[in-house]
T-cell receptor, first 114, second 114 residues
Framework: DGGITQSPKYLFRKEGQNVTLSCEQNLNHDAMYWYRQDPGQGLRLIYYSQIVNDFQKGDIAEGYSVSREKKESFPLTVTSAQKNPTAFYLC?????????????FGPGTRLLVL | DQQVKQNSPSLSVQEGRISILNCDYTNSMFDYFLWYKKYPAEGPTFLISISSIKDKNEDGRFTVFLNKSAKHLSLHIVPSQPGDSAVYFCAARISNFGNEKLTFGTGTRLTIIP
């Protein structure tokens, strides 16, 4: 089955701790994205990557870091610099280029601060 | 600055009737629009999209209408079914080659009343 997997489903972070959220896709998509959803708000783009070893900041990149060493994987690290990390994090992927490509989403990871 | 707006946070519709969800945008550079459906604690799933060269796109019970002069799009669901109860997000994109960034609205929670 082709799709996007995110793990873990729930993650707890202590003060001052960095945590890493996993995102893997087997859709052979070039582009991958990380979004954050807060209650009553839409999805906001954190980082995106269109090819391996390259990524760009989205609208709310402060306090986050990413890597793209493999086409299939795009992990997101929530650093201690992110002061309000509690949110629902969504990973997505799409083909790169073309006029009408659609982004497909994983099931999400809920991050909670202890 | 919210470039994509869904001004109705919630909507209740009787089963079997038509559901109409609205979305407005401010950036005239947007040229591709998508609707996603989201259940709680899950990732959004793609529903339907429309390019700015069209004013209507239909897929089964779902139809999206685009009024470029008014910078307005709407999603019609007919007939509405209980399984349609979810949060619906509209999203917009500027089709710059290789740039798949989506800007999302804040969502409308649709409740179908049996």
């Amino acid at each position: 089955d082709g799709g996007i997997t995110q793990s873990p489903k729930y993650l707890f972070r202590k003060e001052g701790q960095n945590v890493t959220l996993s995102c893997e896709q087997n859709l052979n998509h070039d582009a991958m994205y990380w979004y954050r959803q807060d209650p009553g708000q839409g999805l906001r783009l954190i980082y995106y990557s269109q090819i391996v070893n390259d990524f760009q900041k989205g609208d709310i990149a402060e306090g986050y870091s990413v890597s793209r060493e493999k086409k299939e994987s795009f992990p997101l690290t929530v650093t201690s610099a992110q002061k309000n990390p509690t949110a629902f994090y969504l990973c997505a992927s799409s083909k790169w280029g073309g006029d009408q490509e659609t982004q497909y989403f994983g099931p999400g990871t809920r991050l909670l601060v202890l | 600055d919210q470039q994509v707006k869904q001004n109705s946070p919630s909507l209740s519709v009787q089963e079997g009737r038509i559901s109409i969800l609205n979305c407005d945008y401010t950036n005239s550079m947007f040229d591709y629009f998508l609707w996603y459906k989201k259940y709680p604690a899950e990732g959004p799933t793609f529903l339907i999209s429309i390019s700015s060269i069209k004013d209507k796109n239909e897929d089964g019970r779902f139809t999206v209408f685009l009024n470029k002069s008014a910078k307005h799009l709407s999603l019609h669901i007919v007939p509405s079914q209980p399984g349609d109860s979810a949060v619906y997000f509209c999203a917009a994109r500027i089709s710059n080659f290789g740039n798949e960034k989506l800007t999302f609205g804040t969502g409308t929670r649709l409740t179908i009343i049996p």
